[in-house]
């Protein structure tokens, strides 16, 4: 397999990562969606992967809101802030669900790549459902047992990128879409 050629945002994005070190936020980002009633609705998933030049992957709960929202508009929005670098990206794109149906080898690899206590929100009962206190929370899923069939992928296919840098002055301001292969042009803050 050849190595892809990373467009020009994947290693100004690597240095803001490098920039945060350990700190485990320095994984979170939101995605927002749009749902079937025309809503955004935006929430935090930690970055797993890049998958592919342009292809960015997290991990999610077939259950969710989210993954009804996907069914209806599967493109979406992230935005991935590194305070240390001061700087944001917005990214556009489209989602790709892979779920125990329709590759459950890609989820089960992923699955058992996951600590027992990452696995462990798997284990909970259906997210936004009404709580019963008397349902079982566990704290690590092993192993051993199965991966849930609820447990999915998501794979961010990336088609415009736009970063902010607060730290010159003026901000710089840049986008990149792909469809105009990757071309930097920097924008007004
Ligand atoms: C720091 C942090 C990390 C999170 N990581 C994930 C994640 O990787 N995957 C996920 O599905 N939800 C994650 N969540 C929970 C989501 O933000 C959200 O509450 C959940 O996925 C349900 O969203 P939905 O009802 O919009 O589908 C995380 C929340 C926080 C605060």
Not at 115 to 120: F, I, L, V
Request: hydrophobic residues 35%.
């Amino acid at each position: 397999m050849t190595t892809p050629v990373l467009p020009p945002w994947r290693p100004l994005i690597k240095a803001a990562q490098r920039r945060e070190g350990r700190s485990p936020s320095a994984r979170w980002l939101q995605l927002a969606t749009v749902g079937q009633n025309g809503h955004p609705r935006v929430r935090t998933l930690v970055f797993r992967a890049w998958t592919d030049a342009n292809q960015l992957e997290l991990f999610t709960d077939t259950r969710s809101q989210k993954i009804k929202d996907l069914d209806y508009q599967p493109a979406v929005e992230i935005c991935w802030l590194f305070t240390k670098a001061r700087e944001q990206y917005r990214f556009g794109g489209v989602a790709n669900v892979i779920n125990s149906d329709n590759n459950r080898e890609v989820c089960l690899q992923k699955w058992l790549g996951l600590s027992p206590s990452g696995r462990s929100v798997w284990g909970w009962p259906s997210p936004g459902e009404v709580l019963n206190r008397h349902a079982a929370f566990p704290e690590v899923l092993s192993d051993d047992e199965p991966m849930p069939d609820h447990f999915s992928v998501l794979r961010i296919e990336i088609d415009h990128v736009e970063r902010l840098h607060l730290g010159p002055h003026p901000h710089h301001r840049t986008r990149w879409q792909r469809n105009q292969n990757w071309r930097t042009e920097e924008l007004n803050p």
